[in-house]
């Protein structure tokens, strides 16, 4: 049977795209398979169910139907959503695929992805490219409340759902340069506020806070920035210049009322200068 250029194309672009897939980049920790799931079709798309910094939960939503998958295929690229791709993951006797997760990604990256099943009827069917940014570090932020206390707060910017899950924020604390000791651990993803109290006006402390996401039942940690605070510096008032102490501002005080004080007397000294002057420039009296 004869087949016409469009035909003829239409059969070798699907071919080509797969074979001319290519190497690029970190590649993340391998796929993760669910149990349980919705026998695949060839019409299939990704989501995202759930992301921290360095992991992403996928999902193929899919129509059930008898054309169950042979197997899986996940594509991954850092470029661009052209590729040039990683396959970085295979999932053979992949029927019934809930998700898949993957780790050891960059915080605050791009990245693309594709999956590609093989099943009985179609043969391979190819989802549509799926751009996933990952979330940043925590952002940690510190504000002094009194000479010895410190207020901390930062943000969380993963979105947990599918096979990934919230673990504990440690907040850790080093004192003088010293290794980092834990002076919290919180359980809750919405508590993003600690109050550290007790510090000594003769040492200097630096605090960060270590964020445990759990994917797929394996712990991952990202630690957010460090802050940095010298407990022998006074909070700043209303009225008080930030990063002057009391007695700073008390010596600075001082020497502004004597210069006003110099001020007003050379003026008065001035003042009765020109009187006498313009005194003695006067004609005397006529007898």
């Given at each position: 049977?004869?087949?016409?250029?469009?035909?003829?194309?239409?059969?070798?672009?699907?071919?080509?795209?797969?074979?001319?897939?290519?190497?690029?980049?970190?590649?993340?920790?391998?796929?993760?398979?669910?149990?349980?799931?919705?026998?695949?079709?060839?019409?299939?798309?990704?989501?995202?169910?759930?992301?921290?910094?360095?992991?992403?939960?996928?999902?193929?939503?899919?129509?059930?139907?008898?054309?169950?998958?042979?197997?899986?295929?996940?594509?991954?690229?850092?470029?661009?959503?052209?590729?040039?791709?990683?396959?970085?993951?295979?999932?053979?006797?992949?029927?019934?695929?809930?998700?898949a997760t993957f780790s050891n990604l960059t915080p605050g990256a791009p990245g693309w992805w594709y999956a590609a099943d093989s099943n009985e009827c179609t043969g391979t069917a190819i989802s549509p490219t799926l751009e996933i940014?990952?979330?940043?570090?925590?952002?940690?932020?510190?504000?002094?409340?009194?000479?010895?206390?410190?207020?901390?707060?930062?943000?969380?910017?993963?979105?947990?759902?599918?096979?990934?899950?919230?673990?504990?924020?440690?907040?850790?604390?080093?004192?003088?340069?010293?290794?980092?000791?834990?002076?919290?651990?919180?359980?809750?993803?919405?508590?993003?506020?600690?109050?550290?109290?007790?510090?000594?006006?003769?040492?200097?402390?630096?605090?960060?806070?270590?964020?445990?996401?759990?994917?797929?039942?394996?712990?991952?940690?990202?630690?957010?920035?460090?802050?940095?605070?010298?407990?022998?510096?006074?909070?700043?008032?209303?009225?008080?210049?930030?990063?002057?102490?009391?007695?700073?501002?008390?010596?600075?005080?001082?020497?502004?009322?004597?210069?006003?004080?110099?001020?007003?007397?050379?003026?008065?000294?001035?003042?009765?200068?020109?009187?006498?002057?313009?005194?003695?420039?006067?004609?005397?009296?006529?007898?």
């Open positions: 049977m004869a087949y016409g250029s469009g035909a003829v194309l239409a059969l070798l672009i699907p071919l080509l795209f797969i074979v001319g897939v290519a190497a690029s980049g970190t590649t993340p920790a391998s796929a993760k398979l669910a149990s349980g799931g919705t026998p695949i079709e060839s019409a299939i798309y990704l989501a995202a169910d759930g992301v921290t910094p360095t992991g992403v939960s996928l999902v193929a939503n899919v129509t059930s139907g008898p054309c169950a998958a042979n197997s899986w295929d996940f594509y991954w690229s850092d470029v661009s959503s052209a590729g040039p791709w990683t396959l970085v993951s295979s999932l053979p006797n992949a029927a019934y695929l809930d998700s940014f990952q979330p940043a570090v925590a952002t940690l932020s510190s504000v002094r409340i009194s000479p010895g206390a410190v207020f901390l707060d930062w943000d969380n910017l993963a979105v947990y759902g599918g096979q990934i899950h919230f673990g504990s924020y440690y907040v850790e604390q080093s004192v003088n340069g010293a290794p980092w000791t834990a002076l919290g651990n919180l359980t809750s993803p919405t508590a993003t506020a600690f109050n550290v109290s007790g510090l000594s006006p003769t040492y200097s402390y630096a605090f960060q806070v270590a964020t445990t996401d759990v994917i797929s039942g394996a712990s991952s940690t990202t630690l957010s920035n460090v802050v940095y605070v010298n407990a022998s510096t006074e909070p700043a008032s209303s009225h008080e210049p930030a990063g002057l102490t009391g007695v700073e501002w008390g010596f600075l005080t001082l020497i502004v009322a004597l210069v006003a004080t110099f001020i007003a007397a050379a003026w008065i000294i001035r003042r009765r200068g020109k009187t006498r002057d313009a005194t003695s420039a006067l004609p005397p009296p006529e007898v």
